[in-house]
């Protein structure tokens, strides 16, 4: 994880400014993820998914999409969720983090974007199962467990979670048609 200098020497800053701007790892963290996480998702998201196919179709474009964004950063938010979880265990010990926790979670909302088209066509506890399911497969920590446990390569990792992405849209799917 980027310490705040090594942040400097790359922006060619010295350290004083980098910690002005900057003051905790946290800070730094947060800012690199907001950069790269929109945690407003525009409708720019939802137009660079629109094509042909239904429901199905569309969590594969965005399963693609958000596995890409995890590869490209991969750094920052295992980064990011290193940090997490050292602030987790000290907030679990009683002890004052000095700055706001990371918050996690920027997924939801490119999630939420992807699935809005269809909130009329799915029941609610559908959407939420679905949403929920898909937020499991395309972040870090599922790429945790298929590089790092299973040892998997690039393309075998995005077949997997792709696999499981269409199944979950496909039961979505098929449960809205039955109901």
């Known amino acids: 994880m980027p310490s705040i200098a090594d942040a400097a020497?790359?922006?060619?800053?010295?350290?004083?400014?980098?910690?002005?701007?900057?003051?905790?790892?946290?800070?730094?963290?947060?800012?690199?993820?907001?950069?790269v996480l929109d945690p407003n998702p525009s409708s720019e998201w939802s137009r660079q998914?629109?094509?042909?196919?239904?429901?199905?179709?569309?969590?594969?474009?965005?399963?693609s999409a958000l596995l890409e964004l995890v590869?490209?950063?991969e750094a920052l938010v295992r980064g990011a969720l290193l940090l997490s979880l050292q602030q987790w265990a000290k907030i679990q010990a009683g002890e004052d983090l000095g700055e706001d926790p990371i918050q996690r979670g920027g997924r939801r909302g490119l999630i939420q974007a992807t699935l809005q088209p269809y909130e009329d066509k799915l029941d609610g506890a559908t959407l939420r199962r679905l949403a929920v399911g898909l937020s499991l497969l395309v972040g870090i920590e599922a790429?945790?467990?298929?590089?790092?446990?299973?040892?998997l390569e690039e393309d075998e990792i995005e077949q997997i979670v792709r696999w499981a992405a269409g199944s979950l849209a496909q039961a979505a799917a098929k449960q809205a048609h039955n109901d």
């Open 143 to 151: 790429r945790i467990v298929l590089r790092d446990i299973w040892q």
């Open 49 to 63: 998914l629109d094509g042909p196919g239904g429901l199905t179709a569309r969590v594969e474009r965005a399963t």
């Open 9 to 35: 020497h790359q922006a060619r800053v010295s350290r004083a400014t980098a910690y002005r701007y900057f003051p905790t790892q946290g800070a730094l963290i947060r800012e690199a993820l907001n950069a």
């Open 71 to 73: 590869r490209e950063n």
